[in-house]
């Protein structure tokens, strides 16, 4: 299951585990800007949310790479 908010300055996604396999993971929270993604999680030892903060490259490269075959790759920018 998920969730979609459209806040001020974000497009905030939640992703809830409902796997039937145990054990189940605490939920991601997906926040999109304009200039970043950070992906959230709050770690069930220490009770903190885990932040990671990708840029809009890093998103583009992580699309790309999920529609690609094992190997290294580099997006080069359109000329023009």
Known sequence: MFTIEHEFDATVITLVDEGGDLPLQEDVVINAFEDCVTVDQVDPQTDE?????????QI????????????????EKAKG
């Not at 990671?52 to 490259?57: E, F, K, Q, R, V």
């Not at 583009?60 to 290294?72: F, T």
């Open 60 to 75: 583009r490269d992580l699309a790309a790479a999920l529609n690609l075959p094992e190997g290294s790759y580099r997006i």
């Open 49 to 57: 949310v885990m932040r990671i903060t990708l840029s809009m490259t």
